[in-house]
C-alpha cells in the first residue's frame, strides 16, 4: 500500500470502497448533478452548477487514467477496452473545455451540458457492463487497495485545487 493510500485508509474518516464501488459513487454523483442542471433556471446558477460538474467530471476522469487504467490493463488480457475508454474520456475532456469557453447564456450551452451528460451515460454503462465485470472476474486486482488509492488521488487533488 502506498504511503498516500495508507493515509486514506487509516487516517480519514472516509468509509474505504473497493475501486468499482468508489467510481460507481462517482458517477452517482455526476448523474445527479446533471439531473440538477436540467431544473435550474437562471443563467448564474447554471453557469456555477456546470463548473461543479465540470471539475468533478474531470477529477474522476483524471484518478481512472492515472490509478485505475493502469493497474487493470497489467490484469486484463483485451487491454482495447481500456483503451478504447480512454479515448471516449478524451471527448468528454474536449467537451468540458468547449463548455467552459462558452457563455452560460449562449444557445449551445445547454445543448453541449445535454450532450456531455448522454455521453458520459453510455461510457459509464459501458464500463459498468463490461470493463467492472471483466476486472472483478480476473481476480487479479486488489480492489479495496485501488479504492483507497484512488480516494487518496482524489482527495490530494481536492487539496491542492483549494490551495491554488
Not at 96 to 114: F, R, T, W
Request: aromatic share 8%; hydrophobic share 45%; charged share 30%.
Amino acid at each position: 500500500m502506498t504511503s498516500l493510500a495508507r493515509e486514506v485508509a487509516f487516517k480519514s474518516p472516509l468509509t474505504n470502497l473497493d475501486a468499482t464501488e468508489l467510481l460507481n459513487l462517482d458517477y452517482q454523483y455526476l448523474n445527479d448533478l446533471f439531473g440538477a442542471y436540467e431544473h435550474i433556471g437562471s443563467t448564474a446558477e447554471k453557469k456555477k452548477l456546470s463548473k461543479v460538474l465540470c471539475d468533478a467530471l474531470l477529477v474522476s476522469a483524471r484518478s481512472e487514467e492515472e490509478i485505475f487504467f493502469p493497474e487493470i490493463k497489467k490484469c486484463l488480457k483485451e487491454k482495447g477496452l481500456v483503451s478504447a475508454i480512454i479515448m471516449e474520456h478524451s471527448i468528454l475532456k474536449y467537451l468540458v473545455a468547449e463548455i467552459e469557453n462558452l457563455d452560460a447564456d449562449s444557445v449551445i450551452y445547454d445543448i453541449k451540458i445535454k450532450v456531455l451528460g448522454e455521453h458520459l451515460k453510455q461510457l459509464v454503462r459501458e464500463k459498468q457492463s463490461k470493463l467492472f465485470p471483466k476486472v472483478i472476474a480476473s481476480g487479479k486486482v486488489d480492489l479495496w487497495r485501488l479504492g483507497a488509492e484512488l480516494s487518496a488521488f482524489k482527495a490530494a487533488i481536492k487539496r491542492n485545487s483549494h490551495s491554488a
